[in-house]
């Protein structure tokens, strides 16, 4: 039984490392579903709610490969792939429409200084009522790219990096409205699409995990979400495992689908360290 961090690190230690197989399989699964909805777009002026529900969808679940690679979770501890770790963030983020290379920087950053009222850059994704829910989903991605703006501490490669990355998002969006169907159309999907699929990002990976945002101990930063036998596989499957979020916040270079694994080896410890665990159905 663990009883300590140092014993809990052992067990931790066999969640790390390997290829995740399920990681690359959620990105190359929603790089194929938004391209498809890109196909439309551009071939039929007709609105489609497949196509708005497709890039919603991906605006969401997307963030998870983008997330693990920001870790270097995707290779685990091969340094002879971690350019597969690299690019799995680069394409990513930008179907997000944000910089892998930024957002690398404000994550970690997130992660040394979570809920401080200064330091954690997602305290801005904090909110006391459903009204400033609300706001915060409009806060997701501009906040990404005022932290590329303003971050004093990139490196001159990390500066051209940033560069690229967003000129490359620029460019894309630009060419795809030139070429697409109907103008009206593709812009009103696309914008619809990233605000319901960052609306459940926002919710789901940065409010619910940490609300109310006020504490600051390492095993107390982060909620766990759990549900009844029998629907906290679904309830995770929807929540791409993020309801064990604090899992992460722990032991940030485990990758998302070994959460719940590492989450149930570690119960007793968890609950007995602290960690808030809340049953939601």
């Known amino acids: 039984m663990v009883i300590n961090e140092q014993q809990a690190q052992q067990v931790v230690i066999r969640h790390i490392g390997g290829f995740a197989w399920p990681t690359a399989a959620l990105l190359v699964s929603c790089v194929m579903i938004y391209l498809a909805c890109?196909?439309?777009?551009?071939?039929?002026?007709?609105f489609s709610w497949w196509a708005l529900g497709g890039i919603g969808?991906?605006?969401?679940?997307i963030y998870t490969p983008l997330h693990d690679a920001v870790h270097?979770?995707?290779?685990?501890?091969?340094?002879?792939?971690?350019?597969?770790?690299?690019?799995?963030?680069?394409?990513?983020?930008?179907?997000?429409?944000i910089s892998?290379?930024?957002h690398r920087r404000s994550h970690l950053k997130h992660h040394r200084s979570t809920n401080h009222p200064v330091e954690d850059p997602d305290m801005v994704l904090s909110a006391d009522s459903a009204?400033?829910?609300v706001l915060t989903w409009l806060k997701g991605v501009p906040k990404e790219w005022l932290f590329a703006l303003s971050f004093e501490h990139f490196t001159d490669a990390e500066k051209a990096s940033v560069r690229r990355e967003y000129a490359a998002i620029i460019l894309t969006r630009l060419l795809l409205l030139v070429s697409c169907a109907d103008f009206g159309t593709t812009l009103a999907t696309l914008i619809c699409g990233q605000l319901i699929g960052?609306?459940?990002?926002?919710?789901?990976?940065?409010?619910?995990?940490?609300?109310?945002?006020?504490?600051?101990?390492?095993m107390k930063t982060t909620t766990v979400y759990r549900a009844r036998k029998g629907l906290d596989t679904a309830m995770t499957l929807m929540w791409g495992y993020q309801n064990y979020h604090a899992i992460h916040h722990l032991y940030p270079k485990v990758p998302f689908f070994r959460y719940r694994e590492l989450y149930r080896a570690l119960e007793p410890y968890l609950l007995e360290s602290g960690v808030p665990v809340k049953r939601i159905v």
Do not use: K
Not at 201 to 218: I, K
């Open 38 to 46: 890109v196909a439309h777009l551009l071939t039929d002026p007709a």
């Open 57 to 61: 969808f991906c605006s969401y679940a």
């Open 72 to 97: 270097g979770a995707v290779t685990g501890m091969s340094l002879e792939r971690r350019w597969i770790n690299e690019w799995n963030g680069y394409i990513a983020a930008h179907f997000l429409g």
């Open 100 to 102: 892998f290379t930024a």
């Open 131 to 133: 009204f400033q829910l």
């Open 198 to 218: 960052n609306a459940v990002l926002v919710t789901l990976f940065a409010w619910s995990v940490h609300h109310p945002h006020n504490e600051q101990e390492r």
